[in-house]
């Protein structure tokens, strides 16, 4: 069922319900005061009537029937009963017809001094009164009974007409209702046939925002949104693809033109020597483009490694390594910040080792000097690395770019590389929670800062 369709029906059950509710309150109301209002009028006449029978000495039964029967409030199918203390009846306005009336009713009206009884066919009030004249002392009972005719006819006037206004209400709120949903789920059928013209070849299409205030507007916004950050994937995937075939061409094709010279030509032996040396730094840059590549491509999810690393005491075993592989290579490591703070990350002890590895590598390879000046510091909740070289910076147009697979900078394609360790590092930074930025000057060096989440 469509989202239009469960609208409308909903909010259709909602108004019927209501209008049921109301409804019934109103006809209940209008019941209850028609019967406290019409048993009124009954305990009226019977204290009228007994008041006349029993204490006016010039009214007797005859005069009595005659005034009831003139009166202008009698009442349809009126009948007023007169008892005394021995039940027997004193008066009946009713001439051509026997009284009706339950003996037991009699018992119960002088306990309770006061009976109420209403049916579909009749309204009835009795009750107990003690004579003050012509039976001093004693007690007599008074039963007023009447069909209230006009009363009944105006509630059944009510229950028709609060039935049509009910199939009216009801069948105008699903029409209603059946539009409104229509008209306010329209951006929504139009946003989905604009989805559905959008393909991988035509990334850039975006949906139209509209006020760009409403839930539609903020619908439309996200999913371009999506669209953009999934356009830069496409073209992140694009671009590493093409780059990495490059790369991965360029070694194979220095090594199949080796291996052609070295088999079609009759060389020295210092020359097979040196397309062995030649094979042997290609097959060094593909081992290297090929560790590059496993590590962007792999999904860094070691949940079960994690555990906590000391920042500084990772760096000084990184810096230890470096220093007896790479004699050239200086690390300076500045006062740190906060000494009375552990600065414990939890993570991964490879990866970090791998993401500050690649950072120091670039900032003693682009130093003249090759020196790398490491800091290290810490807020509230986080630990702060900043890695800094004094090196050939990095073009302001450039610096956005950094972090994307197999790309670098135009004044950095002199230096070896493959364009892959800032990417790596990114990946690594995020999995941790973490992110890394860069400030940068042409010509004076670059400083890349770490913010990793404490323990």
């Known amino acids: 069922m469509f989202i239009r369709y469960k609208l409308a029906l909903l ?77 027997r009846l004193l008066y009946s306005s009713l001439d051509d017809q026997p009284p009706q009336y339950d003996p037991a009713l009699l018992a119960e009206v002088r306990e309770e001094k006061r009976v109420e009884q209403s049916s579909a066919k009749i309204d009835l009030i009795a009750l107990a009164l003690p004579s003050s004249l012509k039976a001093s002392g004693s007690e007599y ?37 059946g539009l409104l949903a229509g008209l306010f789920l329209r951006p929504i059928a139009t946003i989905n046939t604009q989805i559905q013209q959008i393909t991988a070849q035509n990334l850039k299409e975006r ?81 290297g483009l090929t560790n590059g590549l496993l590590q962007l491509a792999r999904p860094l999810d070691p949940v079960l490694r994690r555990k906590l690393i000391s ?72 630990c702060l690395i900043d890695i800094e070289d004094k090196g050939i910076g990095i073009p302001p147009e450039d610096q956005e770019r950094v972090f994307g697979p197999f790309f670098r900078a135009n004044n950095a394609l002199i230096y070896s590389g493959y364009g892959i360790g800032l990417a790596v590092s990114q990946r690594i930074v995020e999995w941790h929670g973490g992110s890394i930025s860069l400030r940068s000057t042409l010509g004076q060096g670059s400083t890349f800062t770490v913010r990793l989440p404490l323990s």
Request: glycine share 4%; charged share 25%.
């Open 141 to 177: 009972v008074v039963m007023a009974s009447a069909y209230d005719k006009f009363g009944k006819s105006k509630l059944i006037y009510l229950r028709n007409t609060l039935m049509i206004c009910w199939v009216v209400g009801v069948g105008l709120t699903v029409v209603v209702s």
């Open 311 to 382: 920042i500084p005491e990772l760096l000084l075993d990184i810096y230890a390594e470096l220093s007896s592989l790479r004699k050239a290579q200086k690390l300076v490591f500045e006062p740190i910040l906060d000494e009375r703070r552990e600065l414990l990350v939890p993570g991964d002890e490879a990866l970090l080792k791998t993401l500050f590895t690649n950072l120091i590598d670039n900032a003693c390879k682009y130093s003249p000097t090759h020196e790398a000046f490491i800091r290290i510091g810490s807020d509230a909740s986080h």
């Open 11 to 87: 909010f259709s059950l909602v108004v019927a319900g209501l209008l049921t509710l109301f409804s019934a309150v109103i006809y209940q109301i209008s019941a209850s005061y028609r019967e406290e209002e019409f048993l009124g009028r009954l305990e009226n006449k019977a204290r009228t009537t007994a008041r006349y029978l029993m204490d006016v000495k010039e009214i007797d039964n005859d005069l009595l029937k005659i005034i009831d029967q003139n009166s202008l409030t009698s009442l349809f199918e009126e009948q007023v009963l007169v008892f005394d203390e021995h039940n």
């Open 207 to 287: 949906l139209p925002e509209g006020n760009g205030r409403d839930e539609m507007a903020q619908l439309a916004i996200n999913f371009n949104q999506m669209l953009n950050r999934l356009n830069l994937s496409f073209e992140q995937q694009k671009s590493f693809v093409s780059h990495a075939s490059h790369e991965l061409r360029t070694p194979l094709a220095a090594m199949k033109t080796d291996i052609q010279s070295g088999l079609e030509e009759a060389l020295s032996s210092e020359e097979y020597r040196l397309i062995l040396r030649d094979l042997f730094q290609d097959t060094q840059r593909l081992i």
